[in-house]
């Protein structure tokens, strides 16, 4: 499994980036795999969990890679698309070397740093450019 992490602090827009590439992948041609789809933490930041297909090609989206510890770190996120079988997964990962040993775990790997923005206007212009980025690494 290759992992795509999409890394930055807190408050970057990486939940709002990783929102836009699944929006992105539903838009070609990907499709849900019924049974995997759901809100991760507080509904309010729409942290996405869901696996997608194409050609054969599973593809898992994690938005949320905030935490260490407990059943939402993304330690424990990632183990699970493991064992779905998904050939690559998007997630974010915050800034910390804790959350990313969970990324360098896996072999295949690769940390795509979130692009700052430079005021709120520019926020969804700076999210999509690193959405276009990530779907990249496919």
Same mark, same amino acid.
């Given at each position: 499994?290759?992992?795509?992490?999409?890394?930055?602090?807190?408050?970057?827009?990486?939940?709002?980036?990783?929102?836009?590439?699944?929006?992105?992948?539903?838009?070609?041609?990907?499709?849900? #795999?019924?049974?995997?789809?759901? !809100?991760? *933490?507080?509904?309010?930041?729409?942290?996405?969990?869901?696996?997608? @297909?194409?050609? =054969?090609?599973?593809?898992?989206? #994690?938005?949320?890679?905030?935490? !260490?510890? *407990?059943?939402?770190?993304?330690?424990?996120?990632?183990?699970?698309? @493991?064992?779905? =079988?998904?050939?690559?997964?998007?997630?974010?990962?915050?800034?910390?070397?804790?959350?990313?040993?969970?990324?360098?775990?896996?072999?295949?790997?690769?940390?795509?740093?979130?692009?700052?923005?430079?005021?709120?206007?520019?926020?969804?212009?700076?999210?999509?450019?690193?959405?276009?980025?990530?779907?990249?690494?496919?």
């Amino acid at each position: 499994m290759k992992v795509i992490a999409l890394t930055g602090s807190e408050n970057t827009g990486k939940s709002h980036t990783i929102n836009i590439t699944y929006c992105f992948l539903l838009g070609n041609s990907y499709v849900q #795999i019924p049974g995997h789809f759901r !809100i991760l *933490g507080k509904p309010d930041f729409e942290d996405v969990f869901d696996i997608l @297909q194409k050609d =054969g090609k599973k593809v898992g989206i #994690i938005g949320m890679g905030d935490y !260490i510890k *407990g059943d939402g770190s993304l330690k424990k996120l990632l183990a699970e698309m @493991q064992g779905h =079988g998904c050939d690559f997964v998007i997630c974010a990962c915050r800034d910390n070397p804790k959350i990313e040993a969970a990324v360098r775990a896996y072999p295949s790997h690769i940390f795509v740093a979130k692009t700052p923005s430079t005021g709120r206007e520019n926020n969804r212009i700076v999210n999509t450019q690193d959405a276009i980025s990530l779907i990249t690494h496919l």
